[in-house]
């Protein structure tokens, strides 16, 4: 069976769709109200995704111009977002950072190979949890230093988790009942993994952040995020391989 996951799954889908939704962290949050070095951080976090994204897409039999023409604009768009994060542009690097997170989920959705539902929704939904689970984390790591920082990005950005987790539960419960027996006699253990690793488990302690954000001891939330993150990562890393193996969008 795991030999199984290791062939079908592709290291190059998860990672770009990480890189995206580090991305995508970046442009939600209000660049006034976030430091310049949590935003250069953010596309310094996507760009080393991204490149390694590409080395095991270079690995495979699966590439081709169309695919490294989109990595390229998407390193581009990256590097775009930290130059001007850089030098203070805060609105132009938050616009090219929405425009590296569409990017990557075209490439996340050529790569799923599926029906294009199945193909981008599973594409947002994993760049999404998987990105604003780290970033979220690292945003509370940032109040050590950045005291002047206020809470509001640091709740808004919980608060896209939490919503995010929601859409994601609605999507992997949808795809869930359209399983056939066959498939849940082989990807059973999978399923399991994906639902409470990567969904309850983490849904609970995202809550326990939350509450700790209001009371804004970033500390405690930020070491709850940790292990919030590390669940998240596993569960979307099940998800990935089982559109794949399923055809449907977890």
């Not at 075209?106 to 760049?127: H, K, M, N, Q, V």
């Not at 066959?182 to 999978?190: A, D, K, S, T, Y």
């Not at 939330?221 to 055809?247: D, K, N, P, Q, W």
Request: include cysteine; charged fraction near 10%.
């Amino acid at each position: 069976m795991f030999d199984v996951f290791f062939d079908s799954f592709m290291p190059q889908t998860f990672l770009i769709l990480l890189g995206g939704g580090i991305m995508l962290a970046a442009a939600v949050c209000e660049p006034q109200q976030v430091t310049l070095n949590w935003l250069r951080l953010c596309g310094i976090l996507a760009l080393v995704m991204s490149a390694v994204s590409m080395f095991f897409l270079a690995r495979s039999d699966r590439s081709g111009a169309m695919i490294w023409m989109l990595n390229a604009a998407c390193v581009v768009a990256i590097l775009g977002q930290v130059a001007f994060a850089q030098l203070g542009f805060r609105r132009t690097q938050q616009a090219l950072a929405v425009l590296a997170f569409f990017i990557s989920i075209r490439i996340g959705a050529i790569y799923f190979g599926r029906t294009p539902i199945t193909s981008y929704a599973a594409a947002i939904g994993i760049a999404a949890m998987s990105g604003l689970a780290l970033m979220d984390m690292l945003l509370g790591h940032a109040y050590l230093t950045a005291s002047k920082m206020t809470i509001a990005p640091f709740r808004r950005l919980n608060a896209f988790l939490a919503g995010t987790m929601v859409w994601r539960a609605i999507i992997a419960g949808f795809a869930t009942t359209l399983m056939t027996r066959e498939i849940w006699l082989r990807e059973g253990v999978f399923i399991l993994t994906r639902w409470l690793v990567g969904l309850a488990v983490p849904a609970v302690f995202v809550y326990m952040a939350h509450d700790c954000i209001k009371r804004r001891s970033t500390q405690s939330a930020t070491g709850i995020l940790y292990v919030a993150g590390v669940l998240i990562f596993i569960g979307e890393l099940m998800a990935v391989y089982l559109v794949r193996a399923s055809g449907l969008p977890f």
